[in-house]
């Protein structure tokens, strides 16, 4: 069965909700590769976080047999991939590890934004893509006009657009059958020197560090020992197998096939997502191309709301990381929020799945600072610092340049889009590369930006202002020199360095103001008046004053009513969990993130 000719190696791209997950579970049901009831059961097992956010955090990939018409058997690898541009990278080397996808799209809602970036990285690997027209029992579908939009769009030809029904089953073996028929078998060479791409790893506390691959060429075997060959780590390979979908030890995993190598590494960093495996002995001499090493871009302080927890959030990072090759973390302390840790992210979904982790599998309450990009100072002396927490920037007076990181985005939209999309990159201080036309509808445009002004909610915006419809991407493009200040914000007259940011002289104003209007809404009123003010270096900016609470919470309550007293109490302790002491004022979490929600103070004064 291991043949390379019936051998089909396949992802699943989809806008979020247009039927992934439920045609995956088709695909096994249909090949008995799970019963229905262990279906039952591994849905419950999947992360509450993972079916909130409808994304994909982790999902093993599966082979799969399958009897075609013509009469042979063969072995059909699903690969899964996440859908976000945070992890951009990842399912780019997803979808490296397969010769074909199943491009689904919702008969009801055509093309959408997320799909058209995973499609971009499906065809730039060369992938032989599927049109699958999803939902067509809806009464609302429209499954012919989407084929035609996937047409010119896309530029898959509509008739070999398959329509289907996940959720009710049809369809479904016409796609079993084009993956077969359409999607060509791995090329690769069993002789050559084992060579294997990494698209995947999970940390096993009993067989180590199980890196997820696609053998490309050669042949691994359950007794050999293996190189990394970006990394340089080496390693026993103490099992090797396929998922059906439990992991399932083999002898040999071969050049085509898709399956596991555990390590018994300790730590996934060093078997990085998009390192090519090889051999300790007869080690191949080229890697697979396109390994990139896990880089950090968004950093954030975490801190505990009890600061005697900090033992405890220090061991749950260390055991995330395990799991986690993107995310760094190292000890800093705050003289508003005491000892925590500075991390570095993907992006801003990375650090939310992050800390939604933290709290939910390690009990921990935390508060996070707003996020931060990574700058290079160069100093009056000389010497260059990163500085990846504003409050640490040095003072002016030393500082002879701050260069920071910028990003080359490409935005996919409707045309009517394309003001309010300028209008958004210029407020953003993104300069206009080029813009191209991908039908009479769509277009693409492509912008350089910081990357700084991309972290505060720059997707969300586009999202907003685009009705959902506008697909980002972006790649780091090296780093400008920028007339950059810190921005320090004191609170009854004490700066709380966690409020600290780093923005653009001319921008700076107008920040300042909004950031100090958006915290007189968020810090709730105290028994004395509070200052709030906005400053660059000894100068005052912006002020807003917090007044004075007027009455106790208790007053309402006449005294008599005990139960709704305790209650009153209660809530107020629940509200409070989120807050933190600084100095005499407590700060709630928001404001912390306050940069993130300047427009939601209803002033939209952004320039
Ligand atoms: N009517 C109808 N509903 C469907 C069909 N396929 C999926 N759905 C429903 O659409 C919703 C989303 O389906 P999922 O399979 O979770 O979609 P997904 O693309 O995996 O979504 P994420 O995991 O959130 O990315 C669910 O409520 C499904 O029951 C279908 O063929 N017809």
Redesign the pocket.
């Known amino acids: 069965m291991s043949d390379q000719l019936h051998i089909r190696n396949f992802s699943i791209i989809?806008?979020?909700?247009?039927?992934?997950?439920?045609?995956s579970d088709r695909l096994l049901e249909l090949t008995r590769t799970i019963t229905e009831r262990e279906q039952r059961e591994q849905l419950l097992d999947s992360l509450d976080l993972e079916r909130e956010k409808?994304?994909?955090i982790k999902l093993k990939p599966v082979r799969m047999e399958y009897r075609a018409a013509d009469g042979q058997l063969y072995q059909l690898n699903l690969i899964d991939t996440p859908?976000h541009v945070d992890f951009s990278y990842e399912v780019n080397r997803s979808l490296a590890a397969c010769e074909g996808a199943l491009l689904?799209v919702d008969a009801s809602q055509g093309i959408e934004a997320q799909t058209l970036a995973n499609t971009y990285l499906a065809l730039e690997n060369d992938l032989v893509i599927i049109p699958v027209v999803?939902?067509?029992?809806?009464p609302g579908a429209h499954p012919e006009e989407v084929a035609q939009e996937i047409e010119s769009v896309i530029g898959i030809p509509a008739e070999e657009a398959i329509l289907?029904?996940?959720?009710?089953g049809i369809g479904v073996p016409e796609i079993l059958e084009a993956i077969v028929k359409r999607i060509p078998p791995p090329r690769g060479q069993r002789q050559q020197p084992a060579r294997a791409l990494i698209f995947d790893s999970h940390y096993d506390p009993y067989k180590g560090v199980i890196a997820y691959v696609r053998v490309v060429d050669g042949v691994f075997t359950s007794r050999d020992r293996v190189r990394f060959m970006g990394t340089g780590a080496q390693a026993e390979t103490l099992e090797l197998g396929i998922f059906r979908p439990a992991m399932t030890p083999l002898n040999e995993l071969v050049a085509g096939e898709v399956g596991y190598i555990a390590t018994g590494l300790k730590s996934v960093a060093d078997c990085q997502v998009g390192d090519t495996i090889t051999l300790a002995e007869n080690p191949a001499s080229e890697p697979l191309p396109g390994y990139r090493p896990a880089k950090p871009m968004v950093f954030a302080g975490l801190y505990p709301i009890d600061s005697n927890a900090y033992p405890e959030l220090r061991e749950a990072l260390e055991r995330l990381k395990l799991n986690d090759a993107a995310l760094s973390f190292q000890p800093e302390s705050s003289a508003a929020l005491g000892f925590g840790f500075r991390c570095g992210f993907l992006g801003l979904l990375h650090m939310e799945i992050v800390r939604e982790r933290l709290e939910r599998e390690y009990k921990l309450d935390l508060l996070i600072t707003a996020p931060s990009v990574e700058y290079q100072v160069l100093l009056s002396d000389g010497e260059i610092v990163t500085v990846a927490n504003p409050s640490e920037m040095p003072d002016l007076s030393r500082i002879e340049a701050i260069e920071e990181p910028v990003v080359e985005i490409s935005v996919i939209a409707p045309v009517r889009y394309i003001g309010t999309i300028m209008d958004l990159v210029t407020t953003r201080r993104g300069v206009f590369l080029s813009m191209d036309y991908l039908d009479p509808t769509r277009v693409l445009l492509k912008y350089r930006m910081p990357l700084a002004e991309i972290v505060i909610d720059f997707y969300d915006q586009l999202k907003s202002r685009t009705q959902g419809y506008a697909s980002l991407d972006y790649h780091l493009a090296g780093y400008q020199e920028a007339d950059l200040v810190k921005l320090d914000i004191l609170v009854n007259g004490q700066p709380v360095d966690a409020l600290s940011l780093i923005v653009h002289r001319d921008f700076a104003y107008q920040r300042g103001r909004d950031l100090v209007e958006r915290l007189r809404q968020l810090i709730p009123r105290q028994m004395f008046e509070v200052p709030i003010q906005a400053a660059i270096g000894s100068k005052i900016i912006a002020r807003e004053t917090i007044r004075a609470m007027r009455k106790d919470v208790l007053a309402k309550c006449y005294g008599g009513d005990v139960t709704r007293k305790r209650k009153l109490l209660e809530k107020q302790k629940e509200g409070k969990k989120r807050m933190k002491m600084v100095g005499s004022v407590e700060i709630p979490q928001e404001a912390f993130m306050a940069i993130l929600s300047l427009n939601e103070s209803g002033n939209e004064r952004e320039r």
């Open positions: 989809a806008h979020v909700d247009h039927g992934k997950t439920t045609l409808g994304i994909t859908g689904v999803n939902k067509i029992d809806l289907a029904s996940a959720k009710e």
